[in-house]
């Protein structure tokens, strides 16, 4: 079945360290996203990638990275930079045509 | 900057009943899609409905239909025969039709069905 995989479900961190979690579809879409949910909110764009090689930073992008070196792939790694990461982290991947976004069941991360 | 306006944080409704869900936004732009998502406690995000702005024509989908107002920037959702199963957090979402196509989410309605 076609979908999207985000490893782990949770994932607990202590402050100070560098942290990478995983998105991975097999959907042959070329757009992928990372949105942030804190409690009782919206989703916040972090960072999105429309092509292999090339992304562009959302509106909260501070403190954290991406890569995009193959078109099923798109990593995310919260830094030490980013002052509040815990939060509730979901990958999205679509085509480019207007369709809805596939979401993964996301990553729970906690930084203590 | 395009912006999604969820006005009710909370919302109930008796199982059966219909309920209905406010969205507006705000965008220069004439051509776009809208969309709702629910969020259950399993944080899941699925795909209610969608609506392209250029058809005039109200979505629908089984007991789920939207009342797409353009000229009011207004994109609410309905429920209908509400059932137990329709609690969750719903997001209203915006959707650029050109560049990076993001897609922008509102702050979300909790709704609750009182059975």
């Known amino acids: 079945d076609g979908g999207i995989t985000q490893s782990p479900k949770y994932l607990f961190r202590k402050e100070g360290q560098n942290v990478t979690l995983s998105c991975e579809q097999n959907l042959n879409h070329d757009a992928m996203y990372w949105y942030r949910q804190d409690p009782g909110q919206g989703l916040r764009l972090i960072y999105y990638s429309q092509i292999v090689n090339d992304f562009q930073k959302g509106d909260i992008a501070e403190g954290y990275s991406v890569s995009r070196e193959k078109k099923e792939s798109f990593p995310l790694t919260v830094t030490s930079a980013q002052k509040n990461p815990t939060a509730f982290y979901l990958c999205?991947?679509?085509?480019?045509?207007?369709?809805?976004?596939?979401f993964g069941n996301g990553t729970r991360l906690t930084v203590t | 900057a395009q912006t999604v306006t969820q006005s009710q944080p909370e919302m109930s409704v008796q199982e059966a009943e219909t309920v209905t869900l406010s969205c507006t936004y705000d965008t220069s732009e004439s051509d776009y899609y809208l969309f709702w998502y629910k969020q259950p406690p399993s944080r899941q995000m699925i795909l209610v409905i969608r609506?392209?702005?250029?058809?005039?024509q109200n979505a629908t989908e089984n007991r789920f239909s939207v009342n797409f107002q353009k000229a009011a920037k207004s994109f609410s959702l309905k429920i209908s025969d509400s059932q137990l199963g329709d609690a969750a957090m719903y997001f209203c979402?915006?959707?650029?039709?050109?560049?990076?196509?993001?897609?922008?989410f509102g702050q979300g309605t909790r709704l609750t069905i009182n059975p």
């Open positions: 979402a915006y959707r650029f039709i050109q560049g990076a196509q993001k897609l922008v």
């Open positions: 999205a991947s679509s085509t480019l045509q207007g369709s809805p976004l596939h």
């Open positions: 609506q392209e702005a250029y058809k005039q």
